[in-house]
């Protein structure tokens, strides 16, 4: 699995621990299934479902379960005013 991290994102992962944590989850949905990411630098209670990866000195537990591992996982700093990081699954929101 290929990580890209921008530097916003990376600086508020450092201040905030130096670790994210991105789970996917399966929904389901009127057009069918698909799969959300949530993302954290809280570590969960079940740590050990998740797989660690090293991005540039900055360090991503990801849990993809089912799902399995995007080819690349891309994440960034949003919100206007609550600043927080988001993972899109091979350049999107979402995988269906």
């Known amino acids: 699995m290929d990580i890209r991290i921008t530097e916003k994102a ?3 992962i450092e201040d905030h621990g130096g670790t994210v944590f991105v789970r996917s989850h399966p929904h389901r949905c009127c057009t069918g299934a698909l799969t959300l990411l949530d993302v954290t630098t809280t570590a ?3 740590l050990a479902a998740f797989e660690a990866f090293d ?3 900055v360090g991503v537990q990801f ?3 089912a799902s399995g591992h995007p080819g690349e996982l891309a994440i960034e700093l949003r919100g ?3 600043r927080h990081p988001v993972a899109y699954w091979d350049g999107c929101a979402f995988k269906m």
Request: glycine residues 26%.
């Open 80 to 82: 206007l005013f609550t």
């Open 63 to 65: 849990c993809g379960g």
């Open 55 to 57: 991005a540039g000195g």
């Open 44 to 46: 969960p209670s079940d």
């Open 10 to 12: 990376k600086a508020y």
